[in-house]
């Protein structure tokens, strides 16, 4: 069981930054992936960008591709979302989620973090 802490959401202007940070711990041996999804009111949950916790190998939606970054920092055990150029549609719940394989879906999710961008 792998237990997931995200931090860092707020309030921000159109065209400002902010960095998530979600936290592992409990099984961090069981990551093969660490994915960030954000869920707006009256939304369905997408996808937002993962990477690989090995190797390091970043995917990101279309809509933030250029605008946001991901990143891990192994010993911390903990992955972060670099968010730059904000949008008022890119205010959302964002959460971290563990994926256990390259077979396996993400099954632990964190408990979320608003961001909110005014414009």
């Known amino acids: 069981q792998v237990q997931l802490v995200e931090s860092g959401g707020g309030l921000v202007q159109a065209g400002g930054s902010l960095r998530l940070s979600c936290a592992a711990s409990?099984?961090?041996?069981?990551?093969?992936?660490m994915g960030w999804f954000r869920q707006a009111p009256g939304k369905e949950r997408e996808f937002v960008a993962s990477i690989t916790w090995s190797g390091g190998s970043t995917y990101f939606a279309d809509s933030v591709k250029g605008r946001f970054t991901i990143s891990r920092d192994k010993a911390k055990n903990t992955v972060y979302l670099q968010m730059n150029s904000l949008k008022p549609e890119d205010t959302a719940v964002y959460y971290c989620?563990?994926?256990?394989?390259?077979?396996?879906?993400?099954?632990?999710w964190g408990q979320g973090t608003q961001v909110t961008v005014s414009s």
């Open positions: 409990g099984n961090t041996f069981s990551i093969f992936a």
């Open positions: 989620a563990r994926r256990r394989s390259s077979l396996d879906n993400y099954d632990s």
